[in-house]
């Protein structure tokens, strides 16, 4: 029988040898690795361009398992914080004007509401201000970094389904809003438009929209960044497609939820 012979333990050379083995071989295969995957995205075909940019494939296949992820913990009994009136902005920070036309015509103005069947509804401003008005001071958020808690007066969304009897429309999956020259477009996942503090909002700081602030209608929707929140709406379209979303088509996220 063999004895095992007794371990001779280590100098300290040969364990400093042995760490800088160890850390270098961990630093190639990790530098491997990451150069590998790299190389494999560089290569990896681009998704055709839909309503989103033309994103490497596997980018926008993790980008969906996200967004698909945000939606599942998605619940509209979760409210965004609210503010008392006096910490809003008095003056309200102006961002991007796209669509926005600096005298718009709001004496002939009306909401354009294109059904699933086609059928096309018009409704007023009037018609919508008869309905229950929802006050909402919240921190609105722009992708490009900046907040700023502002205060807003409307029609909840959902209020304006109910009412116009177009609760079957909200069954499908997505709403679309557009300026009326079409302009400026944004996409929205109904659970979202259907949040109990999205508005279609009428009023800043208790007076009527101006128009950089989307006179004489925009959307708030506090769920989602700036980008969605589109000024001076002049049509709403119901779909069960992703409809056209302006930012998303230059690369943004589609989804864009906070
Ligand atoms: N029609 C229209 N709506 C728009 C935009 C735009 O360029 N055109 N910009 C969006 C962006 S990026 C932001 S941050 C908010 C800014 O709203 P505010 O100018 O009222 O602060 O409007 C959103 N709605
Ligand atoms: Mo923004």
Redesign the pocket.
Known sequence: MKSKKPKKPLTIEQKINRRTFISFGTFAVLSGAAYGGWSWLKNSPKETRTVTAGAKAPLRRALNKTELAFRRVFNNNNLVKTYPKERAAKV?????????QPNPDVENWQLQVKKQSGEVMNITLDQLKALPKTELVFD?K???GWD?I?YWGGVKFSDFIAHFNLTDQAAMPYVGLA?PNK??YVGIDMPSAMHPQTLLAYEMNNKPLVP???EPL?LIIPVK????????IGSIVFSNQRPPDY?AEQGYDYYSGL
């Open positions: 309200v920070r102006y961002n991007s004007g796209i669509g926005l609105f722009c992708v490009e700023q502002s300026t302009k400026y950089q602030h989307g925009r960044y700036g980008i969605k929140n589109l000024k001076c930012w």
